[in-house]
């Protein structure tokens, strides 16, 4: 199994910018791909973005393109969220997620961390 631990959310007004962490632990060898999602309150899971574990090749939700950024340090086993130009409709509770299976099956997340945008 592989285990992940999230870091790096708080408070930030719009426009400004946050970076989240997402360290993995365990069978880190197996993973395929990390994840980021975000759910708000009264809202279902939204997925935000994913990078390649390998490689590295990202893809992004349109909501979300060209303002967040996900990068990876295979030698830390972490993966970053950059989130610039944040807007009020961003707060919600971020969470990092592991492929293994390749097929966009996340089996392991972490806790959440929160990030509040004030207008």
């Known amino acids: 199994q592989v285990q992940l631990v999230e870091s790096g959310g708080g408070l930030v007004q719009a426009g400004g910018s946050l970076r989240l962490s997402c360290a993995a632990s365990?069978?880190?060898?197996?993973?395929?791909?990390m994840g980021w999602f975000r759910q708000a309150p009264g809202k279902e899971r939204e997925f935000v973005g994913r990078?390649?574990?390998?490689?590295?090749?990202?893809y992004y939700a349109d909501s979300v393109k060209g303002r967040f950024l996900i990068s990876r340090d295979n030698a830390k086993n972490t993966v970053y969220l950059q989130m610039n130009s944040l807007k009020p409709e961003d707060t919600a509770v971020y969470y990092c997620?592991?492929?293994?299976?390749?097929?966009?099956?996340?089996?392991?997340w972490g806790q959440g961390t929160q990030v509040t945008v004030s207008s």
């Open positions: 365990g069978r880190t060898f197996s993973i395929y791909a």
């Open positions: 997620a592991a492929d293994l299976t390749g097929i966009g099956q996340y089996t392991s």
């Open positions: 990078i390649r574990w390998s490689g590295g090749r990202t």
